[in-house]
C-alpha cells in the first residue's frame, strides 16, 4: 500500500463570501506589535531560555521598539511566574510599555496569574480556550454552549481579579484559540459572549486576538475570516482586533498582511519567525516588508546583526543564511549577471534619491550590512563581480578590457579550487599576474623634450640590480617610452589600449595605470601604480615586457 496517500485528506471549507473588499485595501500604517518570543516563542524551544537569555531577548526586543510584549505563561510556569515578578520588582518595564501574560480560562490559573501580575502598573491578561471542531469533539469533548460557556466564565474571572487590582491598569484580550479552523458564525458567537461580559468601550477596548493556530488554508481564506469576522463581530468600534498566525504551510506572514488588508489591527508574532513546529508569525520580515515600501515599521531593526545573534544565542536556532532580509546571504549576488546590474545601479544610486537598485529590494546598509558581502566571487560570477570587489576593497577601476581579463584568471582560480575566491586571493591573483613580481622593472628617472611633431625620451630604469639608460622617440610620451624600451629589449612593441585614474588619498600613489601591450605579436596586461600618471603608464609597460620575457624563456 502506499502512504503517501492524498486521499486521506480533505480541501479546506472556503467562506462562500461575496462582498470581499481585502483584495483591494492597502496597508499604510505599521499595526500594533506585539512580540510573543518569551512565551508562544519560548514554548515552542527544545531548552526553554534560562533567566538570562529571557532577560537578554526582553532588553532586545524593548530596545526593538516593541510597545506590547507577551512574557510568558506565569500560571503554567514557576521560571515565567518568576520572570514576570523579576520585571515588576526590579522596575524593569519602560513606562511605555505593557507586559501581557497568557492564562487558560480556569480559575485557579486566573488568579495564579494576577499574583504574578501584583504591583504592575499596566498589563494585559490574555485568556484563551479552544473553539474548533477537532478540539470541542475529540480534545474537549464539549459542544458549542459547553466551550461559550468556557470561554464567559474565564472572561468574568479575569474582570473580577483585575477588581482586586485597583492600582494596575489592566487591558484584556481573548483567543479563540484555533479560531481559523472554527465555523466563522461560531467564532463570532463566542468572542460575542466574552464581548458581552466585559463591556468594551471605544476608549476602554478590549482585544480579540484571532490565532490561525494550525496553518491549514491559503492566506486569502484567512484574510475571508477575518474580514467577515470584523464585519459581523459586535462593538467593533470597541475592539482591538489582533491576528496570531502560524506557519505550517508557509504562508503566516502572508496571512497576516492579508488580515491587516481584511481590517485587522495588530499582529502577534516572534522574532525570525520561532515558535511552534514551523513557527509564528515573523515580526521582523513583516516589519522591513513594511520598511521596504516607505512605510515606517514603528521598530527599529538597524542591526541586524544584533537581532540575529541575540534571537539565536537565546533560541539555540541558527539564522537561515536565506532568511527574508537578515540571512547572511539576502544581499549577496554570485551571479555574474546580477553583480554587473548591481554594480551599475550602485554606481548611479544619488545620496537621498529613492532607492532604485536591481536585485537589492532595499540598502543593506539601512540594516547595518555594509556592501562588502553584496558582492561574493565563485565560478558562476563575472566581469562585473571581480570589478566591483577590486573598487571596493583596492581602490582600483578596471577599465572593461582589462576587467575581461582579469575575471577570466579569478574564474579559472574558482573552478580549480572548486570554492568562492575572497576578495584578499582576487587581490594576490591580481597582483601576481598584473603588477609584477620581484625583479620587474622600474622607472627612476626621466627627461622629454618636444618638438612640434616628435616626443624624445630619456630615461633610466632598474630592476634593483642592474640599472639601464634607455632612449627612444615618438608621436607622444608613451610612444617615445616604447620605442626606447622596444629598443633596449629587442622586441616590437606595441600599446593595445591604456587608461588611468587617480588614486583616493591616504594611498601611497596618486595614479594607477592600466596598459594592454602587444609584444612579440602577444598581448599583455599590467596595472602599476605610481606618484605621476607618466609614471604608472611606463611601469605597467615595463610589468608586460617582463610577462613577454617570460614566456619568450618558457617557449625555449
Ligand atoms: O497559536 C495559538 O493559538 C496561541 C494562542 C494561545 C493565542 O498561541
Ligand atoms: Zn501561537
Redesign the pocket.
Known sequence: MNTFDHQKYRPFPVLAKTDRRWPSQQITKAPIWCA?DL??GN?ALIEPMSVKQKQRMWALLVKLGFKEIEIGFPSASQEDFDFCRWLIEENQIPEDVTIQV?VQARDALIERTYEALRGAKKAIV?V?N?TSPVQRDKVFNLDKQGIIDIAQKGAAKVASEANKQPATKFRFQY?P???SSTEIEFAIDVCNAVIGVWKPTPENPCII?L????ECASPNVFADQVEAFCDQVNQRDSLIVSL???NDRGCAIAAAELGLMAGADRI?GTLMGN??RTG?MDNVTMAMNLYSQGIDPKLDLSNADEITRVVSECTQIATHPRHPWLGELVYTAFSGSHQDAIKKCLGQQQEGAPWDVAYLPIDPKDLGRDYQSVIRVNSQSGKGGVAYILEQDFGLQLPRWMQIEASRLVQSHAEKNKSEVSSQEIWNIIQTTFMGGQNVSKLKAYQVDKNDTLERVSATISDGEQVHDINGQGDGTLAAFCDALSIQTGMPLEITHYDQHALSEGSDASAVAYVQLKANGTRYCGIAKDHDVLSANVNAILVCIQQAKRAAQSAV
Open positions: 510573543v512565551r508562544d514554548q497568557l490574555h484563551y479552544s483567543s484559540e484555533s479560531f486576538n490565532p490561525a493556530t494550525v496570531h498566525t502560524h502577534e515558535g511552534e509564528n
